[in-house]
T-cell receptor
Framework: AQTVTQSQPEMSVQEAETVTLSCTYDTSESNYYLFWYKQPPSRQMILVIRQEAYKQQNATENRFSVNFQKAAKSFSLKISDSQLGDTAMYFCAFQGAQKLVFGQGTRLTINP | ETGVTQSPTHLIKTRGQQVTLRCSSQSGHNTVSWYQQALGQGPQFIFQYYREEENGRGNFPPRFSGLQFPNYSSELNVNALELDDSALYLC??????????????FGPGTRLTVL
C-alpha cells in the first residue's frame, strides 16, 4: 500500500520569504503522479502543482516549484516570495491507478 | 468552463438516517471520485466512478454507495449514518485523456454532521 508522510504539521514564515514543505512517500509502483494541493479555510481543495514520475525535470508553476527525488521518494514544495493568500493547509498526494493517497497536511501561515 | 460543484453545502442528520450527496463534474471530465475528510486529517478515498461503473473502492463499508449518471454527475449515498460519518465529503472529477489526464479537480465539499 502507498503511504505519504508530511513531517511538518505546522510552519510559519514572513511575507515575501521562501518556504519549503517536505513530503516523502512509499510505493512499489514505477508509474505514478505526485501532487501538492492547497486547502484554505474556505475548504476547497485547490491543485497547486503536478509531477509525473517518469519526468526528471522538476515541475514549476509561477512561484511554486518542486524538488522531486525519485530514488529517495521525496517530493518537496518550494514557495517563493510567499504571499498572505498562500496561508492554507497543504497536502502532498500520490496517485497510482485511480485514487489519491494524501498525507496528513502541513498548516502554513504567512505573516505580514 | 464550469468547475466541480457539490450540493448541499452543509447537512445535519441524525444517527441511523440516510443521506445523498450530489456532485456535478467539470466540463469534459468523465471520471468522478469521492473522498471523506475528517477534521484535521487528509482526505480518504471512498470510491471512483467511470462510465457509470464503480472503478475502485477504498476501505469503506457497503453502506457507502454511489452512482454516476450519463452526464457524468454523481451521487454518494450513505445508509445507517453513524456519528463517525461526520466529515467533509469531497468530490473530484478528472479527464481520462489529454495533457492533465488523471488529474483530479475538487469541488467545494459537503459538510455532513451526524448527531
Amino acid at each position: 500500500a502507498q503511504t505519504v508522510t508530511q513531517s511538518q504539521p505546522e510552519m510559519s514564515v514572513q511575507e515575501a520569504e521562501t518556504v519549503t514543505l517536505s513530503c516523502t512517500y512509499d510505493t512499489s509502483e514505477s508509474n505514478y503522479y505526485l501532487f501538492w494541493y492547497k486547502q484554505p479555510p474556505s475548504r476547497q481543495m485547490i491543485l497547486v502543482i503536478r509531477q509525473e514520475a517518469y519526468k526528471q525535470q522538476n515541475a514549476t508553476e509561477n512561484r511554486f516549484s518542486v524538488n522531486f527525488q525519485k530514488a529517495a521518494k521525496s517530493f518537496s514544495l518550494k514557495i517563493s516570495d510567499s504571499q498572505l493568500g498562500d496561508t492554507a493547509m497543504y497536502f502532498c498526494a500520490f496517485q497510482g491507478a485511480q485514487k489519491l493517497v494524501f498525507g496528513q497536511g502541513t498548516r502554513l501561515t504567512i505573516n505580514p | 468552463e464550469t468547475g466541480v460543484t457539490q450540493s448541499p453545502t452543509h447537512l445535519i442528520k441524525t444517527r441511523g438516517q440516510q443521506v445523498t450527496l450530489r456532485c456535478s463534474s467539470q466540463s469534459g471530465h468523465n471520471t468522478v471520485s469521492w473522498y471523506q475528510q475528517a477534521l484535521g486529517q487528509g482526505p480518504q478515498f471512498i470510491f471512483q466512478y467511470y462510465r457509470e461503473e464503480e472503478n475502485g473502492r477504498g476501505n469503506f463499508p457497503p453502506r457507502f454507495s454511489g452512482l454516476q449518471f450519463p452526464n457524468y454527475s454523481s451521487e454518494l449515498n450513505v445508509n445507517a449514518l453513524e456519528l463517525d460519518d461526520s466529515a467533509l465529503y469531497l468530490c473530484a472529477s478528472s479527464p481520462v485523456a489529454g495533457e492533465v489526464q488523471g488529474t483530479q479537480y475538487f469541488g467545494p465539499g459537503t459538510r455532513l454532521t451526524v448527531l
